[in-house]
């Protein structure tokens, strides 16, 4: 496990488009599902990852406490499943049924996607608003594995409730942080064969 923080992309940033399969239904999902959204949360997670496991159950939470809001809501796993087979579509799809996640949760096979958002770590959160303007990157709160904090999703709702109520969201932002993204040989960030 390599401890990796967020890029943090800069704020204003647009919200790169995807076109990505998700692990339950097979449906393809994109920005345009989202599309009658105030605001747009995409979250980079997996399966293997001790941070998301950490965090899971409040995953969990978020998608049943915003479920019929403003709020629309993907998680999506980029990491190499020849590598971290419990990161492959198969165990993801469990993943979201254990747990009921009421989001669709996608796998990039490519990493185009998380390559795209500059995503880093597991998790990586970006919350965008009606413009698709990156508004939030960074943690979900403070707590760790291993700082007995307890998990409550303090900065990241404190973001979603401000972009729901069209206030700004605080640019006092602090970087997630979690196991770094599981590239595939050759398709690293920076890498140019």
């Known amino acids: ?3 990796t923080a967020s890029t943090m992309l800069s704020l204003g940033t647009k919200a790169p488009g995807f076109h990505l399969p998700e692990v339950v239904s097979r449906e393809i999902i994109s920005l345009a599902n989202f599309a009658d959204k105030k605001a747009l949360l995409v979250m980079f997670i997996c399966r293997h990852c001790p941070f998301v496991k950490h965090i899971q159950t409040e995953l969990a ?3 049943k406490d915003y479920f019929n809001s403003d709020l629309g809501i993907i998680g999506i796993s980029a990491n190499d499943a020849e590598k971290y087979p419990n990161d492959a579509p198969e ?15 996608c796998y990039d096979e490519t990493q185009a996607i998380a390559k795209a958002y500059t995503a880093a770590c597991t998790p990586d959160f970006f919350l965008f608003d009606q413009q698709r303007n990156l508004v939030y990157r960074g ?3 403070d707590s760790r594995p291993s700082n007995n904090k307890p998990v409550t999703g303090a900065d990241l709702r404190a973001a979603i409730e401000a972009v729901l109520a069209e206030q700004p969201v605080t640019s006092e932002q602090q970087p997630s942080v979690g196991c770094n993204i599981k590239w595939k040989a050759g398709n690293e960030p920076g890498y140019f064969g």
Do not use: N
Request: aromatic fraction near 8%; charged fraction near 20%; charge should be negative.
């Open 1 to 3: 496990m390599v401890l």
């Open 139 to 141: 943690q979900l709160d």
């Open 91 to 105: 165990s993801l799809k469990e993943m979201a049924t254990e747990l009921g996640f009421k989001f669709p949760l």
């Open 61 to 63: 939470q978020l998608g």
